[in-house]
């Protein structure tokens, strides 16, 4: 007579919930005591911009040399043309120092112009080259300890002047605000 198939046992089934009952609750356990004390560990006394800027920002205003961690940056003169089809282009006389030992390269897409309702506009880099006499300001670094006075070009599409402009040196720089009267 052939041998009968025997019945593998299972656990109960009370058994094999309580378990991973068990398991979920440690796992959810060691996830909230980690969040815990990552949050416990955050230094709320620091400035928000303590993070990912490097340098101090500065604000001041035209005719003020304004330094941040790369560069000192003074504004001398904003001016704006009647509003034409573009719309309006202003024309910022700013003076740029290298005040790093190392050559430095700056961006035109950082360099911004804020209108009166809160938004920005960057250097219209096509115009700064014009008024540039065709030399590209932002393609070569600016050397270390030098200086150069240089005119660039915002265009504002809803013909409002900008109230302030924002320079900085790098993607991470503090930069500097200048108020536009």
Not at 111 to 119: D, I, K, S, V, W
Not at 125 to 153: C, H, M
Request: aromatic share 6%.
């Amino acid at each position: 007579m052939p041998a009968r198939a025997g019945r593998r046992r299972t656990p109960p089934v009370w058994l094999v919930v309580g378990i991973a009952a068990a398991i979920l609750a440690g796992v959810v356990g060691a996830a909230a005591w980690t969040a815990t004390q990552r949050v416990s560990a955050i230094d709320t006394t620091k400035q928000p911009t303590s993070g990912a800027w490097t340098g101090k920002s500065a604000t001041g205003l035209v005719g003020v040399p304004l330094r941040e961690s790369a560069f000192e940056f003074t504004v001398y003169r904003v001016t704006c043309a009647a509003a034409g089809a573009v719309g309006r282009q202003c024309q910022a006389t700013v003076g740029v120092r290298n005040v790093t030992p190392e050559q430095q390269v700056w961006h035109g897409q950082l360099q911004r112009a804020y209108l009166p309702g809160g938004t920005f506009v960057n250097t219209d880099e096509t115009a700064t080259r014009l008024a540039n006499q065709g030399r590209d300001v932002f393609a070569e670094p600016v050397a270390a300890g030098s200086r150069l006075v240089l005119p660039l070009i915002f265009t504002v599409k809803n013909g409002q002047p900008p109230k302030q402009l924002e320079l900085r040196s790098g993607v991470f720089s503090a930069g500097v605000r200048v108020d536009v009267p």
